[in-house]
Nanobody
Framework: QVQLVESGGGLVQAGGSLRLSCAASGRTFSNYVMGWFRQAPGKERAFVGAIARSGGSTYYADSVKGRFTISRDNAKNTVYLQMNSLNPEDTAVYYC?????????????WGQGTKVTVSS
């Protein structure tokens, strides 16, 4: 089992920045690809981005490419989502997730989510 706890959400004005964190416990953190997802009100959960086990590769949805950056610190069992140039369309609950497989599938472990609200 892997337990994931997100933090760092909140209210921010359009154009602002936030950094989300996701702390992991349980099994060896570096064994997992870590992903970020989001669910906006009335919409399905959507992929935001992911980072490889070593942190050497990252993958992003087109909607956030160039604005969001994912990083991880395997010594601290933590993955981060730096969000810049936020706009109201980024308002959502953000979830981190862990996959023992690949960045595009089989996310077996999920956090409880942290809410991000971007005001115009």
């Amino acid at each position: 089992q892997v337990q994931l706890v997100e933090s760092g959400g909140g209210l921010v004005q359009a154009g602002g920045s936030l950094r989300l964190s996701c702390a992991a416990s349980g099994r060896t953190f570096s064994n997992y690809v870590m992903g970020w997802f989001r669910q906006a009100p009335g919409k399905e959960r959507a992929f935001v981005g992911a980072i490889a086990r070593s942190g050497g590769s990252t993958y992003y949805a087109d909607s956030v490419k160039g604005r969001f950056t994912i990083s991880r610190d395997n010594a601290k069992n933590t993955v981060y989502l730096q969000m810049n140039s936020l706009n109201p369309e980024d308002t959502a609950v953000y979830y981190c997730a862990a996959s023992g497989s690949s960045w595009y599938k089989e996310y077996a472990y999920w956090g409880q989510g942290t809410k991000v609200t971007v005001s115009s």
